[in-house]
């Protein structure tokens, strides 16, 4: 997969992920019904902007103890660390918890959101439990399932595989999208027309906002900024 250079990156950023999936429409020429988170997810801080970057995979689980020796869950432990830190960077964290109680407990609290901070992860996405909201760095941003106090018995199961998070298949090394509406996996074959149909949204979505905004906003001016939107293709 080509990587998408740092004025797209900068670009995703500065829109919502509402927008990456219409984007992602246009460039389809359809609706899209995946590809895309498909439950509510919390976000630690609903202010911070979006998280972008190249998926790093794993699994965890949480609700038993892990039969491995602890000189093996080290051992996985480090190779995670090191294969978050790789490039291609920005990377984004995306962690599946494979338990069938989801989210009993939580990776992600103020350890570390501090450990992946200082590697220069971008921000995680889990359908499990994060913790520490008001303790852990502010500008660290994590999408999750749910909000919990303990940690329980987590720990890493696997690494650097495909993962499902709330409907949302990830392979390793996709480009993600999310901010507190979810998140969204652009496809490789996406990469080169999303640029363009970032900014045909805008323009397209701009004519109908704008007259709903004026005081003699009607349904007859609806119509005019309606046919004035579909006019707007490229």
Not at 45 to 69: C, D, F, W
Not at 105 to 130: D, P
């Amino acid at each position: 997969m080509m990587p998408a250079d740092d004025s797209l990156l900068s670009l995703m950023r500065s829109v919502d992920t509402p927008t990456i999936c219409n984007a992602l429409e246009l460039i389809a020429g359809r609706r899209l019904a995946e590809g895309f988170t498909r439950q509510p997810m919390v976000a630690a801080n609903p202010k911070l902007p979006p998280i972008v970057g190249y998926a790093r995979t794993a699994m965890i689980a949480a609700s038993q103890p892990s039969h491995e020796t602890p000189e093996a869950l080290t051992q996985r432990r480090i190779a995670y660390y090191e294969y978050v830190a790789k490039e291609p960077g920005p990377a984004v964290v995306v962690i599946e918890d494979e338990d069938e109680e989801v989210g009993l407990g939580a990776f992600w609290g103020e350890v570390q959101v501090s450990i992946h901070r200082g590697l220069k992860v971008a921000g995680g996405i889990t359908n499990g439990s994060i913790r520490d909201l008001g303790t852990m760095d502010q500008d660290f941003q994590l999408l999750a399932g749910s909000v919990m106090p303990s940690h329980a018995h987590v720990h890493l199961t696997s690494i650097d595989v495909t993962v499902t998070i709330f409907g949302m298949r990830v392979k390793p090394g996709d480009l993600v999208h999310g901010d507190r509406h979810g998140a969204v996996v652009v496809p490789p074959d996406a990469i080169e027309g999303l640029a363009r149909a970032i900014d045909l949204v805008g323009r397209r979505e701009r004519p109908v906002i704008e007259a709903a905004h004026r005081p003699d906003f009607n349904v007859e001016a609806l119509k005019r900024a309606w046919t004035e939107m579909e006019k707007i293709v490229s």
